[in-house]
């Protein structure tokens, strides 16, 4: 069975991987490939822990909405200077809150 997995990268430059379908289900390592093939067996221990506790083994998920592709490109551009100093020091979540405005 193949599962979709969400990976990022944390600010200790370490890459997080999560398989939302499994509650709990998070490794790690110190590159995208170490990371995935953490999480594999993150995959294996998760689903037999959920199995002898009498859990569901994985959980529903969907989509529920379609971000527009330039909305996200702008959020990173603007992360990206922010994380360079390029401009003014605003939080990330301001940067979202202001991006959501613009949206409506």
């Not at 020091?89 to 202001?98: A, L, N």
């Amino acid at each position: 069975m193949k599962f979709n997995v969400i990976l990022e990268q944390d600010e200790d430059k370490m890459w997080i991987v999560e398989c939302p379908t499994i509650p709990g289900c998070i490794s790690q390592g110190q590159t995208k490939e170490e990371a995935l093939e953490n999480i594999k067996d993150a995959i294996i221990a998760c689903l037999e822990v959920r199995a002898e506790l009498g859990f569901p083994l994985i959980i529903e998920t969907k989509q529920v909405e379609e971000i527009d592709k330039t909305w996200i490109q702008e959020a990173e551009k603007r992360i990206e200077e922010i994380e360079k100093n390029e401009i003014q020091t605003i939080s990330k979540k301001q940067v979202f809150q202001e991006l959501n405005l613009n949206r409506q």
